[in-house]
Protein backbone atom coordinates (compact mmCIF):
# COMPACT_ATOMS: atom_id res chain seq x y z
CA UNK A 1 0.00 0.00 0.00
CA UNK A 2 1.34 3.33 -1.14
CA UNK A 3 0.95 6.27 1.20
CA UNK A 4 0.89 10.02 0.74
CA UNK A 5 2.90 12.29 2.13
CA UNK A 6 1.10 15.40 3.98
CA UNK A 7 2.62 17.47 1.29
CA UNK A 8 1.17 15.82 -1.45
CA UNK A 9 -2.07 15.80 0.23
CA UNK A 10 -1.83 19.59 1.41
CA UNK A 11 -1.11 20.04 -2.42
CA UNK A 12 -3.86 18.01 -3.81
CA UNK A 13 -6.56 19.74 -1.07
CA UNK A 14 -5.32 23.26 -2.24
CA UNK A 15 -5.60 22.37 -6.33
CA UNK A 16 -9.32 21.35 -5.17
CA UNK A 17 -10.15 24.66 -4.11
CA UNK A 18 -8.62 26.36 -6.38
CA UNK A 19 -10.31 24.26 -8.70
CA UNK A 20 -13.76 24.99 -7.68
CA UNK A 21 -12.99 28.90 -6.69
CA UNK A 22 -11.97 29.04 -10.34
CA UNK A 23 -15.07 27.37 -11.39
CA UNK A 24 -17.43 28.92 -9.60
CA UNK A 25 -15.88 32.22 -10.30
CA UNK A 26 -16.64 31.57 -14.11
CA UNK A 27 -20.18 30.92 -13.61
CA UNK A 28 -22.50 33.46 -14.21
CA UNK A 29 -23.60 35.46 -11.25
CA UNK A 30 -27.52 34.93 -11.96
CA UNK A 31 -28.54 31.59 -14.02
CA UNK A 32 -31.58 32.90 -14.70
CA UNK A 33 -34.72 31.03 -16.31
CA UNK A 34 -37.91 32.11 -17.49
CA UNK A 35 -40.40 30.56 -14.78
CA UNK A 36 -44.03 29.91 -13.97
CA UNK A 37 -45.07 28.59 -10.53
CA UNK A 38 -47.09 26.46 -10.03
CA UNK A 39 -45.48 23.80 -12.04
CA UNK A 40 -48.05 20.87 -11.03
CA UNK A 41 -51.62 21.17 -9.85
CA UNK A 42 -54.73 19.53 -9.37
CA UNK A 43 -58.48 20.77 -9.33
CA UNK A 44 -61.79 19.98 -8.79
CA UNK A 45 -64.34 21.66 -10.17
CA UNK A 46 -68.81 21.40 -10.00
CA UNK A 47 -68.82 23.12 -13.53
CA UNK A 48 -68.45 22.48 -16.90
CA UNK A 49 -64.76 24.49 -17.14
CA UNK A 50 -62.14 25.01 -14.11
CA UNK A 51 -59.96 27.67 -13.52
CA UNK A 52 -56.08 27.77 -13.19
CA UNK A 53 -54.02 30.58 -12.00
CA UNK A 54 -50.51 30.81 -12.74
CA UNK A 55 -47.57 33.34 -12.55
CA UNK A 56 -44.85 33.80 -15.05
CA UNK A 57 -42.00 35.30 -13.75
CA UNK A 58 -38.50 37.30 -15.32
CA UNK A 59 -35.78 36.96 -13.78
CA UNK A 60 -33.90 38.89 -16.36
CA UNK A 61 -33.51 42.65 -15.74
CA UNK A 62 -34.77 43.84 -18.83
CA UNK A 63 -38.25 43.25 -20.24
CA UNK A 64 -39.71 40.38 -21.91
CA UNK A 65 -42.67 39.75 -23.73
CA UNK A 66 -45.51 37.06 -22.87
CA UNK A 67 -48.16 34.64 -24.36
CA UNK A 68 -49.77 32.21 -22.02
CA UNK A 69 -51.51 29.26 -23.97
CA UNK A 70 -52.86 26.35 -22.96
CA UNK A 71 -52.09 22.63 -24.52
CA UNK A 72 -53.74 19.18 -23.94
CA UNK A 73 -51.77 16.37 -23.21
CA UNK A 74 -50.51 15.64 -26.22
CA UNK A 75 -49.57 19.28 -26.94
CA UNK A 76 -52.52 20.35 -29.38
CA UNK A 77 -53.93 23.79 -28.85
CA UNK A 78 -56.53 24.36 -26.57
CA UNK A 79 -58.15 26.74 -28.62
CA UNK A 80 -61.70 27.27 -26.48
CA UNK A 81 -59.65 28.10 -23.18
CA UNK A 82 -59.30 31.30 -22.12
CA UNK A 83 -55.99 32.71 -21.04
CA UNK A 84 -56.54 36.65 -19.59
CA UNK A 85 -53.95 37.83 -20.06
CA UNK A 86 -52.82 36.29 -22.89
CA UNK A 87 -50.62 38.59 -24.18
CA UNK A 88 -48.25 41.02 -22.48
CA UNK A 89 -44.65 42.65 -21.48
CA UNK A 90 -43.33 41.63 -17.93
CA UNK A 91 -40.86 43.64 -16.58
CA UNK A 92 -37.72 42.74 -14.75
CA UNK A 93 -37.34 41.06 -12.20
CA UNK A 94 -40.99 40.59 -11.66
CA UNK A 95 -43.97 38.25 -12.24
CA UNK A 96 -47.90 38.90 -12.95
CA UNK A 97 -50.71 36.43 -12.44
CA UNK A 98 -52.92 35.39 -15.31
CA UNK A 99 -56.31 33.04 -14.76
CA UNK A 100 -56.90 30.48 -17.31
CA UNK A 101 -60.71 29.25 -17.57
CA UNK A 102 -60.96 25.23 -19.80
CA UNK A 103 -63.63 23.74 -20.79
CA UNK A 104 -63.48 19.98 -19.78
CA UNK A 105 -65.59 19.47 -23.22
CA UNK A 106 -67.85 16.54 -22.00
CA UNK A 107 -65.03 15.16 -19.98
CA UNK A 108 -64.97 13.62 -16.68
CA UNK A 109 -61.53 15.25 -16.14
CA UNK A 110 -58.81 16.78 -18.37
CA UNK A 111 -55.41 17.11 -18.45
CA UNK A 112 -53.40 20.24 -19.80
CA UNK A 113 -50.30 21.99 -19.68
CA UNK A 114 -50.10 26.01 -19.81
CA UNK A 115 -47.10 27.22 -21.13
CA UNK A 116 -45.67 30.21 -20.52
CA UNK A 117 -43.98 31.53 -24.00
CA UNK A 118 -41.09 34.23 -24.35
CA UNK A 119 -41.57 35.87 -27.77
CA UNK A 120 -38.91 37.72 -29.49
CA UNK A 121 -39.22 41.34 -29.91
CA UNK A 122 -38.83 42.55 -33.36
CA UNK A 123 -35.69 44.43 -34.62
CA UNK A 124 -35.85 48.76 -34.67
CA UNK A 125 -37.28 48.69 -31.14
CA UNK A 126 -33.47 50.01 -29.77
CA UNK A 127 -32.37 46.32 -29.93
CA UNK A 128 -31.79 43.18 -32.43
CA UNK A 129 -34.11 41.03 -33.47
CA UNK A 130 -33.61 37.77 -31.00
CA UNK A 131 -34.64 35.00 -32.51
CA UNK A 132 -35.09 32.75 -29.27
CA UNK A 133 -37.81 31.45 -28.04
CA UNK A 134 -38.50 30.16 -24.71
CA UNK A 135 -41.22 27.99 -23.47
CA UNK A 136 -41.81 26.57 -19.88
CA UNK A 137 -45.57 24.64 -19.21
CA UNK A 138 -47.05 23.53 -15.72
CA UNK A 139 -49.01 20.14 -16.35
CA UNK A 140 -52.19 20.44 -14.70
CA UNK A 141 -55.35 17.69 -13.80
CA UNK A 142 -58.55 18.54 -13.69
CA UNK A 143 -61.38 16.34 -12.11
CA UNK A 144 -65.01 17.12 -13.19
CA UNK A 145 -67.34 16.13 -9.71
CA UNK A 146 -70.99 16.28 -10.78
Do not use: W
Request: with cysteine; aromatic share 8%; glycine share 6%.
Amino acid sequence: MKTISSNTFKAITLASYLGCAVTTALLPSQAAAQAMSPMRGEVKSFTDSFALKVYPANPYKHRIRIEVKVYDQDFREVTNARVSPANFTLGGNSDRQVTVMVPFDGAKSRKVRVCTESIPFPAGMGNKKQNIKAQICGKFLAERLN
